[in-house]
C-alpha cells in the first residue's frame, strides 16, 4: 500500500513539473524577446539564443519527465530529466538572488526545486521504471 502511494505521489509531481516546465519552456521559445523581458525581466540581460535555448531544453525536460516512464522506453531519461530541472532551479535560484527578486521567485524555485528532487530520488533510488 505504501508503495502505491509512493507511485502516485510520484507521477503526480511528474505531471506538475512537466506542465510548469513544459509551459515555462514553450513561452521561452516562441515569446519574442522584448515581451519576455517585460514578463521576466532576465531575458533582457542574455542573448537571445541562450534564452531560447532555455526554453527549448525546458520543453525537452518536459517530455522527458513523462514519456520515457509512461512507455518505459528508456526510462532512465525521467530521473535525468529531473536532475535537469533540479539543475535549472539552482541556476534560477542564483540568478534572481543577484537581481533581488528572491521574494517573489523563491517560493516557486523552492517548491520546483523540491519536487524535482523527490522525483530524481523516487525514479532513481526508491521506485525506479522497469524498462520494457
Same mark, same amino acid.
Given at each position: 500500500?505504501? @508503495?502505491?502511494?509512493?507511485?502516485?505521489?510520484?507521477?503526480?509531481?511528474?505531471?506538475?513539473?512537466? /506542465?510548469? /516546465?513544459?509551459?515555462?519552456?514553450?513561452?521561452?521559445?516562441?515569446? %519574442? +524577446? %522584448?515581451?519576455?523581458?517585460?514578463?521576466?525581466?532576465? &531575458?533582457?540581460?542574455? %542573448?537571445?539564443? /541562450?534564452?531560447? /535555448?532555455?526554453?527549448?531544453? @525546458?520543453?525537452?525536460?518536459?517530455?522527458?519527465?513523462?514519456?520515457?516512464?509512461? !512507455?518505459? +522506453?528508456? &526510462?532512465?531519461?525521467? &530521473?535525468?530529466?529531473?536532475?535537469?530541472? *533540479?539543475?535549472?532551479?539552482? *541556476?534560477?535560484?542564483?540568478?534572481?538572488?543577484?537581481?533581488? @527578486?528572491?521574494?517573489? !521567485?523563491? %517560493? +516557486?524555485?523552492?517548491?520546483?526545486? !523540491?519536487?524535482?528532487?523527490?522525483?530524481?530520488?523516487? #525514479?532513481? #533510488?526508491?521506485? &525506479?521504471?522497469?524498462?520494457?
Amino acid at each position: 500500500m505504501r @508503495e502505491r502511494w509512493l507511485q502516485i505521489s510520484l507521477w503526480i509531481a511528474q505531471v506538475l513539473l512537466a /506542465f510548469a /516546465f513544459g509551459a515555462a519552456g514553450y513561452l521561452k521559445t516562441v515569446t %519574442p +524577446i %522584448p515581451e519576455l523581458t517585460t514578463m521576466m525581466g532576465w &531575458p533582457g540581460d542574455f %542573448p537571445a539564443w /541562450f534564452t531560447r /535555448f532555455i526554453g527549448v531544453a @525546458e520543453v525537452a525536460g518536459a517530455v522527458g519527465m513523462i514519456l520515457p516512464a509512461a !512507455t518505459r +522506453i528508456l &526510462p532512465w531519461l525521467t &530521473p535525468l530529466a529531473a536532475a535537469g530541472f *533540479a539543475v535549472v532551479q539552482v *541556476a534560477a535560484i542564483g540568478l534572481h538572488a543577484t537581481r533581488g @527578486e528572491t521574494a517573489m !521567485t523563491l %517560493p +516557486i524555485n523552492v517548491l520546483l526545486l !523540491t519536487l524535482s528532487l523527490y522525483v530524481l530520488w523516487g #525514479r532513481w #533510488r526508491r521506485l &525506479p521504471i522497469a524498462p520494457r
